[in-house]
């Protein structure tokens, strides 16, 4: 990926190319009686912004995890720039170019901000007793933020004296700094305000920009509307709608999942108090939900 031009494209606007760069075909996982995915059908495209919508319990978090290779498929497959890929684990996953920025970050707050960048894959010099080369690490930390447009006034200060936003953007920047085919970004604009979000919104425009491929999980549909080229709604583990935002509305969104939550309570699927349930409802139990 290359650094973002300095017009990023905003969303919506027509991409570039039409080049696929992960699709997922025919998926479905179960956990015990618990149907989480049914059969998803998703593709995403060369420098595409995905907004993965949907319900608490209706499946998100259990795609996810499979495309980041925590999870594995009962049945269907996922290919990578055309080519199918069966992911052992997280770390197989990135290596093969899929990475998630969880809401967690799970970043160090002691550290300095150039080495939460290369937590996990520091650069050393020396031999046989390697050292850690410290000057080369501020260097190329400090090179590639400024590429992606985060300014950061001091890249040795520590990760928790900075602001929400920042911190989420240096979480970002170290899952790209490696070349990443896809991103996963979980609530990234979760309890921020408005310039931090800004700030978000920014970066991940950017990103697009350059080729980045993304995915964004968020329950807040204005959000994706400023984030995202397109948008698909998770409901009862398949994808029930998916358009491009230039080809839909935050009323059409509404109006969508207002008919689906009174379709579920006509059907039956409530709690006795008019709440729909979710195939997902016994397995969030466990900790997983979404």
Known sequence: MTSPAASARAPGQPLTTTENV????????????????RDVNLVLRQGEVLGLVGDNGAGKSTLCKIICGFER?????????????????????????????????????????????FLGREETFGWPLKLLARHKMRSQAKAYLDSIKVHIPDINAEVERLSGGQRQAIAVARATRQQVKVLLLDEPLAAMGARESALIIDLVKGLASAGQSMIVVDHNYTHLFELCDRLAILQDGVIAFDKLVSETSLEEITDYMVSEYRRQVE???????GRPLTAMEDYTAHGNGG
């Open 73 to 117: 498929p009962d049945a269907g497959r996922i290919l990578l720039d055309g080519k199918e890929v069966h992911f052992r684990s997280v770390e197989d996953a990135r290596r093969h170019g899929i990475d998630t920025v969880y809401q967690d970050l799970a970043l160090v707050p002691q550290l300095p901000i150039y080495s939460n960048l």
């Open 267 to 273: 059907t039956g699927r409530g709690d006795g108090a």
């Open 22 to 37: 992960l699709e997922v075909q025919h998926i479905s996982k179960s956990f015990g009686a618990i149907v989480a995915l």
